[in-house]
Each structure stands twice: as structure tokens, then as C-alpha cells.
């Protein structure tokens, strides 16, 4: 059996004595800042308002004139899944309510899923012993339904949203994916592309604003007849990215001005593609703070990790870390001028967020915001010695290290702070009342992050990541650890529904984290979306923040 833990060899860095550091070769930024600043649309609030309205108060008429329960359920579906269910929320929580005190199962198999599933998904203490009637005596699912594809999609879908010892869902996800890969081959193309997305990526997993898009093209396909929710669901999509726009350019104005492309060459130059990934946390208008506040930190936590992870020497991180955990100016002089240049970026960050929740929230998060970075560049500096010492940390080492040096967690404390009026009353306390929240959300981000990039940085020699430190502890192949890498991100989601079914929560801190999860998911599918950030990722950012959907 291969050790739990060894020490590795690896291309040892040249004498950091004669000014030769590592470098991971990223890519320059694909956005200039000035093309950034360029941004227009035609799409704008100020001369869309009238029309927005209208389309809201037929798409409101409609929803509260539809009674059938399986016409509702397929309808709030699509308008979440059309990105404009935020401007409906009274209506959907009051039939959500109907729904939950009303026990009457569908005995139609897509209903009775959907029913289960939006349930569930919005925090309802709903079982999942509703679907068992869809087996037979032998305690097998029914044989007819084998052949009943939108049956079989919805409990698919219905089947990411179990819990921790649901052994019913996971035989549903087993039936389900066996009987649609069956079906592939004697479905019509459109019908065999919506299945093999379902089976590739589970509607609960897929980030938002991607979903929206995706979504609108095959409404389309469906209604070729005008329709009210379509109509909305396009012009919300175009007068969205209008905010987006705006945004941008106010964060390209601070990106610039922090010049980090001069005085931090080695470093990430990543806005757009960061603030694309803050669009997933949470991408309805309204969030702008929410949207700025995490590109700003993810900017500067993503340089926190170049320096750590391919330019500072040993020497100089002890002494990054000691200054920060300590917030200490003095030992801050002490440091070489790019760690100074850092630090003076990441403490104007700080104090100019804590002014901004002192005089939203009258709270005090000062101290708060400052553990973060502490916390973050103790996991980084974990790294770091395991780095320059040679070290392979077990599997367990990894993980109980990787799921903060990913910097998700700062990440989402710190949006607590921008949304704190939903948490101003159970301050501080809140922080660990979310904790195993933000954890599971946090490991996901880490794994899904070492699926996509632990390849390229092993050949720069970074530490084993969790595939090769399970690969080496296990003695197993390559693929058998991206599988149970895998199986750790599904157990994550099974703790994440756990966590948000039937409690206090702030809806909003719950989809934050939520999403935080699915981002990640979305921006390691392909690789390293964030440090290369051409293709898919390109594609993305464009669909989504600067093309407008023809109208």
C-alpha cells in the first residue's frame, strides 16, 4: 500500500537570491480596461422601462390566472429557468405554499418529480417516500415507465436535490440515467440534446445566467407562437446586461488604478472574467454590491495566490503571513515592495467595505474582514511549506487545507456583510451558524478547481492536488481519483441540501452559497476557465454580459 504520507521531488525554483522566480506563464488579460470602459448597448432602462413593465404585468396576470397544479409547476419552472422569477417571487411563494400543504401527488411521473423537486429546492421539508408509488410490488420502478421521457427527465432533475441516506433517490438517479441512455439513440435531436445536458450537468448544478440563455433559445423552439414570458425573459436578459456594463466599467476604473499589470507582473489579470464569475453568485440587478464587492475580493485573493503560489520565496511568505494574521503596519515596511503593494491594496479593500456595512447595517465588521485574509493566507502558507519542503500531503492534509486556500470562504463571509440586512439581528453568531454551509460550498469550489487545473499546475510542480495526493495515497489510477473526486462533489451537494432544508436561513445567503458552488462547477468544466480564459469562457462572457438577444 503507497504511504499516507511521502515527500516528493520536483524542479526545485532557482536561488530566489539571484531574482529568478517561478512563473506559471499565464496569458495576458483578453480585456483591456479601456476596451472594458468602451461597453454599450442599446438595451437601457431609460428607454425600456415602459415596455418592461407592461410585459411584467401580463407575465403577472398570467401566473395568477393559471390554476391547473401541473400547468403551474411546469410554468414557475420555466421562469426560473428564463432568469425572471425574481420579479414574481410573491406569487411563486404563495402557490409554493399551496403546494407543500397540499399532499395530492400527481400520478403523472413529470409532475409528481417537478412537484418534489421546487419544493425541496426552496427549502420545504418535502419527502421523497411522495415518489414511491411510481414503483411496483417488486420494489422496482414500474416498467411503463421506462419508455416516458419527460417522466424520466424530471425525476432525473428531482434526483440531485436528496439528502444524506435518501437511498430512493440515488436508485431513481441510477434508473433514470440508465433508461435515458437507452433512449438516446430513438429521440429526436432536440429531445437527445436536452437529455445528454441533463445527464452531462443536473438543471441544480447549472450556473443561472448560463441557464437562462440556454434556456430562452429552446423556449423558443417550443412556443414558435408569441409568448408573454419569452418576450419578458429576452428583454430582462438584454436591460441586465446593461447593469452589468456599468459596473464593469466602474470596476475597470479601480482594476487600473490599483496598476497591479505594472507593479505585479507575475500575477492574474483576470476582471472580466472574475466579475463574470461574480454574475453567477448572484445575477439579478439588484445584487450590484454583491457583484463588486466579490470581484474586487476575488481580484485581489487571486493575486494573494500567485504570490504565494509561483513568485514569493519561503522566507518572504512567513513574513506575508505574519504581517497580515498580525495587521501589522510596522512589519508590513519590513516587506519587499510587491508584498507592500499587496497589502495596501487588500487595506484599502478592507476598510473602504467595513465604512460602506457600518453605515448600511451599523455593524462593526472590521475585525471580521481582517480574520479573512488572516485565515486565507494561513492556508496559502500550509501550501507553501509543503512546496519548498517537498512534502505530499495526505488526502485528508489536502482537503482539510484546500477548501480555504480556494478563497471561496472569504468570498462568501464577506457577501454576508454586503447582505446584511438579512442577518443584522443573529450578528455574529450567523457566521457559524452558516459555517458547514459556506464548508460544503467551499469544497466543491476547491474540488471542481482541481479538476479543471491540477494538470497543468503539477507540470509546473505545484503540491500534488486532490486527484494526484489520492492517486498516490490510494495507489489508484488517474481516472478512479477524478471518480471519487467526483463522488465527494455529489456527497457535497447531499450536505448542501441538507443544510438549507426546513430552516432560518437568509434565502439569499443560501443561494449565494448555492451558487458559489455551481460557478465553480461552470468555470472548471472545460479546464482552467479563469487562468485561461479564452474559449469557453470567452464565449460565456460574451453571451452574457455583452451580446443582446435578438429581439
Not at 400527481?106 to 425541496?120: E, K, P, Q, Y
Not at 487571486?302 to 503596519?329: P, R
Not at 495507489?475 to 448542501?496: F, L, N, Q, T
Request: charged residues 25%; hydrophobic residues 35%.
Amino acid at each position: 500500500m503507497a504511504p499516507t504520507s511521502q515527500f516528493f521531488s520536483h524542479p526545485k525554483p532557482n536561488s530566489l537570491e539571484k531574482n529568478q522566480r517561478r512563473s506559471a506563464n499565464y496569458h495576458p488579460s483578453i480585456w483591456d480596461p479601456t476596451v472594458i470602459k468602451s461597453f454599450t448597448t442599446p438595451y437601457t432602462y431609460e428607454f425600456y422601462a415602459t415596455q418592461l413593465k407592461e410585459l411584467k404585468q401580463k407575465a403577472g396576470k398570467l401566473l395568477a390566472s393559471t390554476k391547473d397544479t401541473a400547468a403551474l409547476l411546469k410554468l414557475i419552472d420555466s421562469l426560473q429557468r428564463l432568469g425572471v422569477a425574481y420579479h414574481f417571487e410573491k406569487h411563486i411563494e404563495e402557490a409554493l405554499n399551496q403546494f407543500h400543504v397540499d399532499q395530492n401527488v400527481s400520478n403523472d411521473l413529470s409532475t409528481a418529480a417537478l412537484h418534489f423537486r421546487l419544493l425541496r429546492e426552496h427549502g420545504y421539508p418535502v419527502s421523497a417516500e411522495v415518489l414511491e408509488k411510481f414503483k411496483g410490488g417488486d420494489g422496482k420502478f414500474m416498467d411503463s415507465l421506462s419508455g416516458d421521457v419527460e417522466g424520466l427527465l424530471s425525476l432525473e432533475e428531482a434526483s440531485f436535490l436528496g439528502v444524506k441516506g435518501e437511498n430512493f433517490l440515488e436508485e431513481a438517479k441510477g434508473f433514470t440515467s440508465e433508461s435515458l441512455k437507452a433512449l438516446l439513440g430513438k429521440l429526436d435531436k432536440v429531445k437527445a440534446e436536452q437529455v445528454q445536458q441533463s445527464l452531462e450537468v443536473p438543471l441544480y448544478w447549472r450556473m443561472e445566467r448560463i441557464e437562462a440563455r440556454n434556456f430562452i433559445d429552446s423556449y423558443q423552439r417550443e412556443y414558435t407562437t408569441s409568448s408573454v414570458f419569452l418576450e419578458l425573459a429576452k428583454l430582462d436578459y438584454n436591460l441586465t446586461q446593461s447593469v452589468y456594463q456599468q459596473e464593469l466599467k466602474e470596476l475597470a476604473e479601480w482594476w487600473m488604478e490599483l496598476n497591479f499589470k505594472e507593479k505585479l507582473t507575475f500575477s492574474r489579470d483576470r476582471l472580466m472574467e472574475i466579475y463574470f464569475w461574480a454574475t453567477g453568485l448572484s445575477f439579478e440587478p439588484q445584487y450590484a454590491k454583491c457583484r463588486i464587492c466579490f470581484t474586487k475580493y476575488a481580484c485581489l485573493a487571486t493575486v494573494v495566490d500567485d504570490i504565494y503560489d509561483i513568485y514569493g520565496s519561503l522566507d518572504e511568505l512567513e513574513n506575508f503571513t505574519k504581517a497580515v494574521t498580525g495587521w501589522d503596519v510596522k512589519a508590513v515596511e519590513e516587506l519587499p515592495e510587491y508584498m507592500r503593494v499587496m497589502f495596501s491594496a487588500m487595506s484599502d479593500f478592507t476598510k473602504e467595505l467595513a465604512q460602506e456595512t457600518l453605515k448600511d447595517h451599523g455593524l462593526d465588521v472590521l475585525p471580521y474582514i481582517k480574520e479573512q485574509w488572516a485565515i486565507l493566507c494561513k492556508a496559502h502558507i500550509t501550501e507553501a511549506r509543503w512546496f519548498y519542503g517537498g512534502y505530499t500531503p495526505t488526502f485528508d492534509e489536502y482537503i482539510k487545507n484546500g477548501w480555504i486556500s480556494i478563497g471561496s470562504l472569504g468570498g462568501l463571509v464577506l457577501l454576508c456583510f454586503v447582505e446584511a440586512n438579512s442577518i443584522v439581528d443573529q450578528f455574529p453568531h450567523c457566521l457559524k451558524d452558516y459555517s458547514q454551509l459556506f464548508y460544503w460550498s467551499s469544497l466543491i469550489t476547491r474540488l471542481s478547481d482541481d479538476l479543471g487545473t491540477s494538470k497543468a499546475e503539477m507540470e509546473r510542480g505545484d503540491i500534488p492536488k486532490a486527484v494526484q495526493s489520492y492517486m498516490i495515497e490510494k495507489g489508484v489510477s488517474e481516472e478512479e481519483a477524478r471518480d471519487h473526486v467526483k463522488d465527494m462533489i455529489s456527497y457535497s451537494w447531499k450536505k448542501i441540501n441538507e443544510e438549507i432544508v426546513d430552516n432560518s436561513f437568509s434565502q439569499v445567503i443560501v443561494n449565494l452559497s448555492k451558487n458559489m458552488a455551481r460557478t465553480a462547477q461552470c468555470m472548471y468544466q472545460h479546464g482552467d476557465g479563469v487562468g485561461t480564459s479564452t474559449g469557453v469562457t470567452k464565449d460565456c462572457i460574451v453571451s452574457s454580459i455583452l451580446k443582446p438577444i435578438p429581439i
